[in-house]
């Protein structure tokens, strides 16, 4: 988000992409809204586990979305960002917010170790079976 504001500030955002960006500053401070609410909930009631709301979610979409925003993050660190998905629905039961927190915390691990100039993946993938499986990859150092 800051990096996103900074952009903002700095007139780098042409007005063409002001709607992108603006969908996305919304959603990642709906993300941030509902993890700080998650902590104070874990706080006040010492508890360690979290609400998981379940219900079917596009995990197709889901990943794009992600995508958009690693994309940026990964180039202001000099970090090729690839992403690979079905481009298709790819719709399963679960809490979308915890897979994208998921999600995120990878990315963050991994953009953390990788060297500019190397590829961080994160890839949406379907098995024989119709499962999917989603994952987040760094090139090693060296």
Same mark, same amino acid.
């Given at each position: ?46 508890? /360690? ?6 219900? #079917?979610?596009?995990? /197709? ?33 679960? /809490?979308?917010?915890?897979?994208? #927190?998921?999600? /995120? ?21 379907? #098995?024989?079976?119709?499962?999917? %499986?989603?994952? %987040? ?6």
């Amino acid at each position: 988000m800051q990096g996103y504001a900074e952009a903002l500030a700095d007139g780098v955002v042409g007005e063409a992409d002001l709607p992108e960006v603006g969908r996305t500053l919304l959603t990642e401070t709906r993300r941030l809204d509902r993890f700080v609410a998650d902590l104070l909930d874990l706080a006040r009631l010492e508890a /360690d586990d979290f609400r998981l709301e379940i219900r #079917q979610v596009d995990l /197709d979409s889901l990943v794009a979305e992600a995508g958009a925003v690693w994309s940026r993050r990964c180039a202001g660190h000099g970090v090729t960002f690839r992403l690979e998905r079905p481009g298709r629905p790819a719709v399963v039961e679960t /809490d979308g917010a915890r897979v994208r #927190q998921l999600l /995120d915390g990878l990315a963050e691990n991994a953009l953390r170790v990788t060297p500019a100039g190397r590829p961080l993946v994160l890839a949406l993938t379907r #098995q024989d079976d119709g499962t999917t %499986s989603s994952r %987040s990859v760094t090139a090693a150092p060296g």
